[in-house]
C-alpha cells in the first residue's frame, strides 16, 4: 500500500550528535516532522521512521504488533550509534513507551531522552476484553488529531484495529515492568489536557524510572499530539537546549557541530 501523503519517514545527515525520535500508535511521522525538521535545521542527525502497519491503511496495521514497531526503532537507533557519537531519542505517546524500552534495554548508548505525553497503560474499560474481542471485533473509532489547535490535523487512522490494541496492551505492561531500568537524563513534557493518554500515565513512568537528571514540564495550551499544538515551539527549544546541556558536541551558537 502507498504511504498516506505526510506520513513518510524522515532522515536528516548533520553533526555527530544523533536524535532519533518515535512516533504513536496509529500516527505516523507527520505528526513529529516539524520537530524532526527543527532539530535537522540546527545541525543534528535525525532519525524519524515510520513504524511497520502504520502510515498506509488500518487494515495493514492487525498484521503487525509490538515486536515490529519496537524493532524498527531499535533498528534506526542502531543506526544512529554507528553514525553518531551522541544519540538522544525522543518519542510521543507510544513512542515515548518505545523510547524508554530503548533507553532500558541500551543503557548509556542513550545520552537523554525527551518523552512528550507519553502512554503507559490501555485505559479504555473494555481492554480487558481485547484478548477475546480482537476475534469478534476488527477495529474501534479512531485516537488521532487530538488537537486543541484549529486547522491542524494528525495523519493518523480513523479506527483503531483491535489486534493492535491487544498487543499495545502487552507491551506497555512489558515497558512498566522495565521502567526502573531507565536511569539516562529524563525531559518529560506533558498536557494536564489529554483525551488520549491521562497525566496519571506521566505521573506513573516518573515514579518509576531511576534517573536523578529528571525536568518535568506541562503543555498547558495543547492536547495530546502537542507536537502538533500550540506548545510545539517550547518542546522543540526545550528539547534542543536538553541536548545542548548535555552534549558538549553541540555549539554554543545554536548549531551542533562535527561532520
Partial sequence: ???????????????????????????????????????????LTVSLPLLPGHGTRWEDMQLTGWQDWYAEVDRALRELLERCSEVFVFGLSMGGALTLRLAARHGD???????????????????????????????????????????????GYDRVPTRAAH???????????????????????????????????????????SSTDVTETLLEHSYHVATLDHDAGQIFEDSFAFIGRLSPSVGREGTATGG
Fill in 1 to 43: 500500500m502507498p504511504v498516506l501523503p505526510g506520513a513518510e519517514p524522515f532522515r536528516h545527515e548533520g553533526g555527530k550528535v544523533g536524535v532519533l525520535l518515535c512516533h504513536g500508535f496509529t500516527g505516523s511521522p507527520q505528526s513529529l516532522r516539524p520537530w524532526a525538521e527543527y532539530l535537522a535545521e540546527r545541525g
Fill in 109 to 155: 548508548a542513550v545520552r537523554g531522552i525527551v518523552l512528550v505525553n507519553p502512554a503507559n497503560k490501555v485505559h479504555d474499560p473494555l481492554a480487558v476484553a481485547l484478548p477475546v474481542a480482537k476475534h469478534f471485533i476488527r477495529s474501534t473509532p479512531g485516537i488521532a488529531s487530538d488537537i486543541a489547535k484549529e486547522g491542524v490535523a494528525e495523519v
Fill in 167 to 209: 498487543s499495545l496492551r502487552d507491551f506497555l505492561r512489558l515497558v512498566d515492568a522495565e521502567l526502573p531500568q531507565v536511569t539516562q537524563p529524563v525531559l518529560l513534557l506533558h498536557s494536564p489536557q489529554d483525551h488520549v493518554v491521562p497525566p496519571a500515565d506521566s505521573a506513573r513512568v516518573l515514579s518509576r524510572i
